[in-house]
Structure formats: C-alpha cells, structure tokens
C-alpha cells in the first residue's frame, strides 16, 4: 500500500493550498486518513484526521482554518488549508490505517509535501 501527496507549495500569509493524498495498492478498507506536519527542528503533530464513518478531529492551531475531507471511492483524503500563517510552515505528511486484501492491518505514511508560507 502507498500513499501519494500532492499539493504543497509557497504561499503568502493569509493565502490558501490544497493537499490531495491517494492511496494504492492492496486495500480492502481504510479505517482513518490523516494529515500530520513536522516544522524544522519540532516533533511531527496531528494536523487533522478523518475515520471511515466521518469522524473529525483537528489540532486546536488549525480549527476554522483548514477543512479535512475524504472520498472514499477514490481512495482519496483532502487538506484545504486557508488563512495560512507562517507558522503553518513545515513538511505535511499524510497517513492512513489499512486493511489489505489479506485483511493485515497496516499503518501507512507518505512522502510529505513541504508548505511554505512566506512573504
């Protein structure tokens, strides 16, 4: 199974991005999508997590800024990320928790996508 993301880049302060993370591979189910982030020299944190039945949850820095969303038929967890600040800076990093075709329960990481927020 792997994890595919998409979407960082450079923005100025106030502005808006969107990550896209898509997962392949042998997946029978998937149980949580989420995003999480590490700053230069921090631990890596929780930005935002979604489970399969639609359950939500955000790290306070983020609520009312950024929207987690999921389509499940195409595999797909999304981060729309608005009023950035630059403190929002570091490499975001998707994750998922999956059930594979021979029903293993497997805790997958992608690449991570470098956000910068900058004037």
């Known amino acids: 199974v792997q994890l595919q993301a998409s979407g960082g880049g450079l923005v100025q302060p106030g502005g808006s991005l969107r990550l896209s993370c898509a997962a392949s591979?042998?997946?029978?189910?998937?149980?949580?999508m989420g995003w999480y982030r590490q700053a230069p020299g921090k631990q890596r944190e929780l930005v935002a997590r979604?489970?399969?039945?639609?359950?939500?949850n955000y790290a306070d820095s983020v609520k009312g800024r950024f929207t987690i969303s999921r389509d499940n038929a195409k595999n797909t967890v999304y981060l729309q990320m608005n009023s950035l600040k630059p403190e929002d800076t570091a490499v975001y990093y998707c994750?998922?928790?999956?059930?594979?075709?021979?029903?293993?329960?497997?805790?997958?990481w992608g690449q991570g996508t470098q956000v910068t927020v900058s004037s």
């Open positions: 591979g042998s997946i029978f189910s998937i149980n949580v």
């Open positions: 994750n998922a928790g999956v059930t594979t075709t021979v029903f293993k329960e497997v805790e997958v």
């Open positions: 979604i489970t399969s039945g639609g359950n939500i």
